[in-house]
């Protein structure tokens, strides 16, 4: 039976094959050429502690809805003002996402000098130059849906556009290419994305074999600061939250827990 990735991965070609109809690729170059320089996205996670990487996402494939007053502009403006180093919109319609949500959070400036990354299931080159054009500063790759030779031309194509993209890996096979592709920033999901199970201990036994100069991001599973505090010692530089953000009743205090801002200095 096809797993929910190989389901979302199918439908995304579809999508991949009429939106390259619908906006040609000199479009993008266009749309391109008006944007300002692409904001560093490892330079951002490079601080003391764990740096949080807030997600605006309004439904997951295995949980249903989990906002149902969705604001994305709203949401990451409170997430850039309590303290998150970054925002991460997922775009993908699984997740009832879509790239006018990230358009809308860079362009009314909710982000401020946080970098913005698409979060969504690349695997061409045209994505990347659309995940640019709406306004991306950078995006996510899934080296489980790539090959080695894809994964290192993704990353080249968003180098050259001035983005430095997320990595994510999910075993040591995966974070072996990564490294070999040149990827710095790396991701270690806690989630089985065949399975939906997750597993912090996933991060616990991969981050080790990640050089100490790449940019480390734990991702999913990650919900309170005891979470962070246990994946400090293994070298995490950021970790990537959507779900304990977007469920909380007080969102502002749920960051905030997270990223240690106390409640006068947040912005």
Known sequence: MPSILDKIVATKREELAASMREVPIGALHDAIAARPMALDFAVALRKDGVSLIAEVKKASPSKGLLREDFRPVELAATYVQNGASAV???TDGHFLGGTAHLTAVKESGAS??????????LFDPYQVYEARAIGADTYLLIVDI???SQLSELIEVGRSLGMNPLV???????????IDAGAEV???NNRDLHTFVTDLATT????PSIPSDKVIVSESGI????????LRPYGVDAALVGEALVTADDTGAKVRALTGVPVMAAR
Not at 168 to 178: C, F, G, P, S, V
């Open 168 to 178: 994510e890996t999910h075993d040591e096979d995966e974070i072996a290419i990564a």
């Open 146 to 148: 790539l090959s080695a």
């Open 204 to 207: 616990e036994r991969l981050a």
């Open 223 to 230: 919900s309170t600061p005891d979470d962070l505090a246990r």
């Open 88 to 90: 991460s919109v997922i």
């Open 112 to 121: 401020g000098t946080a970098p913005v990354l698409r979060k969504d299931f």
């Open 186 to 188: 790396i991701g270690i």
